[in-house]
């Protein structure tokens, strides 16, 4: 499986934003897809995720409310949309595919994007 995301770019806070993954390669019902993020000099940390097959999705506390994740199984695309940014979501945000299970840990996670910038003005 390969992951190309896309759509970051640099936002004032309250704005929002449209991330997309497009997987290339079979995805599985029981996959599940997700994104995380990373900002400079942290660790890459759990943002969202969803069940390929049901569409079921949970989220981190952090963006509860404010982000959606979605997927378009025809296109074989993932969505994140990100509304009422803060200065806190800037970061490099990556998408990925977890073979087996609902994991937030990013060693659950099998493959992954090469990132999209999210730079959000305060």
């Known amino acids: 499986v390969q992951l190309q995301a896309s759509g970051g770019g640099l936002v004032q806070a309250g704005g929002s934003l449209r991330l997309s993954c497009v997987a290339s390669?079979?995805?599985?019902?029981?996959?599940?897809l997700g994104w995380f993020r990373q900002a400079a000099g942290k660790e890459r940390e759990f943002v969202a995720a969803?069940?390929?097959?049901?569409?079921?999705?949970y989220y981190a506390d952090s963006v509860k409310g404010r982000f959606t994740i979605s997927r378009d199984t025809g296109k074989n695309t993932l969505y994140l949309q990100m509304n009422s940014l803060k200065p806190e979501d800037t970061a490099v945000y990556y998408c990925?595919?977890?073979?087996?299970?609902?994991?937030?840990?990013?060693?659950?996670?099998?493959?992954w994007g090469q990132g999209t910038q999210v730079t959000v003005s305060s």
């Open positions: 969803v069940r390929w097959g049901a569409g079921r999705s």
């Open positions: 990925s595919v977890d073979l087996g299970g609902w994991g937030t840990e990013p060693s659950e996670y099998e493959y």
């Open positions: 390669g079979r995805i599985f019902s029981s996959h599940v």
